[in-house]
């Protein structure tokens, strides 16, 4: 299967489910599923509870196919609010986004020189201790619009927040990571 663009694809596919086709939720479940699995995954240890979830969020859809409660725009930015208000329901509030599995989202280096995968791995780690430091509303809209490459609008209506006011949140995060990360050095070990 060759790649489409999302928001083709994602425009063409709220119009089917808007007028109640099941396929056009099978394509919307094979466009996003993996996204969606990545997004609960690194708030969930258990995989198997983030699959539970994620079909949760298929099983909605289904249900509102075809009814005034379908997703009117933004097909994958409802699927990532329906998806943080499952987790939301089935996990204690968080203080932060456990980002155990930072390396999930973050592109693999195709390097296979073993000096240049331990540099990479310094660096891996140097982000992840920088992100667990941000806040909880800096680490969403990194994670959303970086990791999960939703659109401003997308990352606006998930977190409920003004278009405005996540471009705002999104350069502060920038900000704030890029300071975190200049002044955190790589340790070195001097064997």
């Known amino acids: 299967m060759l790649p489409v663009s999302p928001a083709v694809t994602d425009e ?3 119009l089917r489910i808007r007028q109640g086709e099941r396929e056009a939720v099978l394509a919307a479940y094979e466009a996003h599923f993996a996204a969606l699995f990545q997004y609960v995954r690194l708030r969930l240890a258990d995989a198997a509870a983030a699959e539970d979830i994620v079909s949760d969020v298929f099983v909605r859809l289904i249900e509102c196919a075809g009814t005034p ?4 725009k933004h097909l994958r930015g409802w699927l990532f609010q329906v998806a943080k208000h499952l987790l939301a329901d089935s996990v204690p509030r968080q ?4 980002l155990a599995e930072v390396e999930d989202w973050m592109p693999a280096s195709p390097e296979t020189n073993p000096e240049v995968a ?3 791995l310094l660096d891996r ?3 992840s201790h920088a992100l667990r430091m941000l806040t909880p509303d800096h680490q969403e809209v990194l994670l959303l619009r970086f990791g999960q490459r939703l659109s ?3 990352t606006a209506d998930m977190m409920g927040k003004s278009l405005s006011a996540i471009k705002s949140l999104q350069f502060r995060a920038v900000a704030t990571l890029r300071g975190l990360l200049s002044d955190t050095q790589p340790e070195v070990s001097r064997d």
């Open 125 to 127: 780690q140097r982000v």
């Open 95 to 98: 203080r932060q986004v456990p």
């Open 118 to 120: 331990a540099g990479d």
């Open 152 to 154: 401003l609008q997308e």
């Open 69 to 72: 409660r379908a997703p009117e």
């Open 12 to 14: 063409a596919l709220l």
